[in-house]
């Protein structure tokens, strides 16, 4: 079957780095996707990665490894509004987005 | 950025009455839009693809006699809730993305319902 393991909570300090790692076994890759959802409200797109490496875009960067079926997100300068849930999501072969149950990260100040 | 926009962000409907929840791409031509649904705090699942001029594809376990989804135009989606019942109460997202294969899923606000 298809499945992506991400972990359900992790906690950061105000202005610290935070990694949040995802791994995912499916039936095919046609890219790597991050969502951030606030509570109660609906998810935005962050990031996505296709190809092998590092993709920065401001404070948060993702990284692929496809050969490992692996990806982090990457928060620096954490913030409080960085409080929410990051969603990990893999299209596979066709084309279907399979989603990851999301990381809750708890920002403290 | 591509702009998705969805109508009402919250709805309060009795028992037994239909509601009726719009999606619409601003800025760019969707044939496909998904309609999600998200129980507090659990993930996104997926309800049912949309697509432009044919019938809606749903997930298993998911009704299409109570579930309808209309697509009759490339920037609209609708999703009705038939007879609708306490226990379909939820958070109903909507999402499409531009052409392309790597396009990214842009989501709409979502719309709260609830049921009384």
């Known amino acids: 079957g298809q499945n992506i393991d991400q972990p359900t909570e992790m906690t950061a300090t105000e202005g610290a780095i935070v990694q949040i790692n995802c791994t995912y076994q499916?039936?095919?890759?046609?890219?790597l996707f991050w969502y951030q959802q606030h509570a109660g409200e609906a998810p935005t797109f962050l990031s996505y990665n296709v190809l092998d490496g590092l993709e920065e875009k401001g404070r948060f960067s993702s990284f692929l490894s496809r050969s490992k079926g692996y990806s982090y997100l990457l928060l620096k300068e954490l913030q409080m509004k960085d409080s929410a849930s990051y969603l990990c999501?893999?299209?596979?072969?066709?084309?279907?987005?399979?989603w990851g149950a999301g990381t809750k990260l708890i920002i403290k100040p | 950025g591509a702009v998705v926009s969805q109508h009402p962000s919250w709805v309060i409907c009795k028992s037994g009455t239909s509601v009726k929840i719009e999606c619409r791409s601003l800025?760019?031509?969707?044939?496909?839009m998904f309609w999600y649904r998200q129980f507090p705090k659990q993930s996104l699942m997926l309800m049912a693809t949309?697509?432009?001029?044919?019938?809606?594809?749903?997930e298993q376990g998911v009704e299409k006699d109570k579930f309808l989804i209309n697509h009759a135009s490339l920037t609209l989606s609708t999703l009705t809730v038939t007879s609708a019942h306490p226990e379909d109460s939820s958070f109903y997202i909507c999402?499409?993305?531009?052409?392309?294969?790597?396009?990214?899923?842009?989501f709409g606000n979502g719309t709260r319902l609830t049921v009384t």
């Open positions: 949309s697509n432009e001029g044919s019938k809606a594809t749903y």
């Open positions: 499916t039936s095919g890759f046609n890219g």
């Open positions: 999501a893999v299209k596979d072969s066709n084309y279907q987005l399979i």
């Open positions: 800025d760019f031509q969707a044939t496909t």
């Open positions: 999402s499409a993305a531009e052409q392309g294969d790597w396009s990214p899923l842009h």
